[in-house]
């Protein structure tokens, strides 16, 4: 049974680098055709997709994040980690870290897992 | 750009039968878009119901059911309970690997 665990600092300095890790446990992050991502929730807002990377190691961003995001793997760890530039207060948000399926033909092949979150706050 | 829609809120009654949208300000949602509906209470992760438009996640009870009804996917609470009453959103996939979610319909059961 696959888990998730977000770590990484709880505040960062307006301006900076925002960096987060997943940890997989249950499996090898590098044995699944998954893909792996990170998802955010402003305090009292909705959840807004960040991006993804794939099994075959291609990154898919949000428009609006990706001139600032970065997410990448690193299979030795079974980690995942999610970069964010350039910081701001607008970048104050819970983060979850998500693994879901691959999608074809209108049928993905497992439903999206959650991490528990961890809250980042922007603030110098 | 294309906007993700959901009702804001919606109410129901113990045991009644409630069905949210999940639509496009442009054009309509169909299987391809991979709808799938996750539940949300306050400080909690969010908890996924259905994928792929109307497959149950593991665990989630069957009287909550996803379909595509009209040019919106839709999820369906059939008997509603109390502890039901939380934030649902639904996530599209738009193409090239970009998904977007809805804005979120606060559901209260009363």
């Known amino acids: 049974q696959l888990q998730l665990q977000e770590s990484g600092p709880g505040l960062v300095k307006p301006s900076e680098t925002l960096s987060l890790t997943c940890t997989v446990s249950?499996?090898?992050?590098?044995?699944?055709?998954?893909?792996w991502g990170w998802i955010r929730q402003p305090p009292g807002k909705g959840l807004e997709w960040i991006g993804s990377?794939?099994?075959?190691?291609?990154?898919y961003y949000n428009p609006s994040l990706k001139s600032r995001v970065t997410i990448s793997v690193d299979t030795s760890k079974n980690q995942f980690s999610l970069q964010l530039s350039s910081v701001t207060a607008a970048d104050t948000a819970v983060y979850f870290c998500t693994v879901r399926g691959g999608c074809s033909g209108g049928n993905c092949s497992r439903a999206r897992l959650w991490g528990q979150g961890t809250l980042v706050t922007v603030s110098s | 750009q294309t906007v993700v829609t959901q009702e804001p809120s919606f109410s129901v009654s113990p045991g009644g039968t409630v069905t949210l949208t999940c639509g496009l300000t442009s054009g309509s949602v169909s299987t391809t878009f991979y709808p799938s509906w996750y539940q949300q209470t306050p400080g909690q992760a969010p908890r996924t119901l259905i994928y792929?438009?109307?497959t149950r996640s593991s665990g989630v009870p069957d009287r909550f059911s996803g379909s595509i009804l009209g040019n919106k996917a839709a999820l369906t609470i059939t008997g509603a309970q109390a502890d039901d009453e939380s934030d649902y959103y639904c996530l599209l996939y738009m193409s090239s690997g970009i998904w977007v979610f809805g804005g979120g319909t606060k559901l209260t059961v009363l």
């Open positions: 792929s438009t109307n």
């Open positions: 249950g499996g090898s992050i590098s044995s699944y055709s998954y893909y």
């Open positions: 990377i794939s099994y075959s190691g291609s990154t």
